[in-house]
């Protein structure tokens, strides 16, 4: 399968807490994204980090690469309850292709 | 510079009709791409396109699925026959013409077949 799996499919912190999600893929990338929906909208665009990177940070957000073990993260830090929502990480593939994986569900209590 | 703008937001169709979605790219962007979505999973790849070209269909059933970006106006995914089973959220999202791929999407066409 070409699409990443993200891990866990769901999670459930406290606000204030740290929130980790983690994306493991199988086959070769140019590079990775990480996207967040809200309920019933869009995906948003949230951080890219190119393959030869192996971190990247952008406000409360922290992600990994590893490309030896094909696996990236993303932190989201002091977490609140606006960051509820679908997190998915995005493989870019060859041919201008972006290859979504299944999500985390993030829901943060206030 | 507005976002990207899909109509219409909800689309019911019986079985059998026709079902078109609208997608019209931000300013200055010449990449279009189509995803569905199913209830609680992630998106599935349907089809790229650039104005007047389709690039990779490869995400898009062989039958009943087309896709259009012309030189002028919006891209048009349309779904011919309807069945239950195409009932999904459709999603476009549009890039930049440049090497860095960042996608913006629109909120999506909520397509119920009845």
């Known amino acids: 399968s070409q699409q990443g799996e993200e891990d866990p499919q769901a999670l459930s912190i406290q606000e204030g807490e740290n929130a980790t999600m983690n994306c493991s893929y199988k086959?070769?990338?140019?590079?990775l994204q990480w996207y967040r929906q809200n309920s019933g909208r869009g995906l948003v665009h949230l951080i890219l980090?190119?393959?030869?990177?192996r971190e990247k940070h952008s406000g409360r957000l922290r992600v990994t690469l590893d490309t030896s073990k094909k696996s990236s993260s993303l932190l989201i830090t002091a977490s609140r309850a606006a960051d509820t929502a679908s997190y998915f990480c995005?493989?870019?593939?060859?041919?201008?292709?972006?290859?979504f994986g299944a999500g985390t569900i993030l829901r943060v209590k206030s | 510079n507005a976002g990207v703008m899909q109509n219409p937001r909800h689309l019911v169709r019986r079985r059998g009709q026709e079902a078109r979605l609208r997608c019209s790219p931000m300013?200055?962007?010449?990449?279009v791409y189509w995803y569905r979505q199913l209830p609680e999973e992630g998106l599935k790849f349907m089809v790229y396109?650039?104005?007047?070209?389709?690039?990779?269909e490869s995400g898009m059933p062989k039958e009943r699925f087309s896709a259009e970006f012309p030189k002028e106006g919006p891209s048009i995914l349309r779904i011919q026959q309807v069945v239950r089973g195409d009932s999904a959220a459709y999603f476009c999202?549009?890039?930049?013409?440049?090497?860095?791929?960042?996608?913006?999407f629109g909120s999506g066409t909520q397509l119920s077949v009845l």
């Open positions: 999202a549009s890039s930049p013409p440049d090497r860095v791929m960042k996608l913006f």
């Open positions: 086959t070769s990338i140019n590079n």
């Open positions: 980090i190119r393959s030869n990177e």
């Open positions: 995005a493989l870019e593939l060859g041919g201008n292709k972006l290859v």
């Open positions: 300013k200055g962007h010449s990449h």
């Open positions: 396109l650039q104005k007047e070209n389709i690039i990779d």
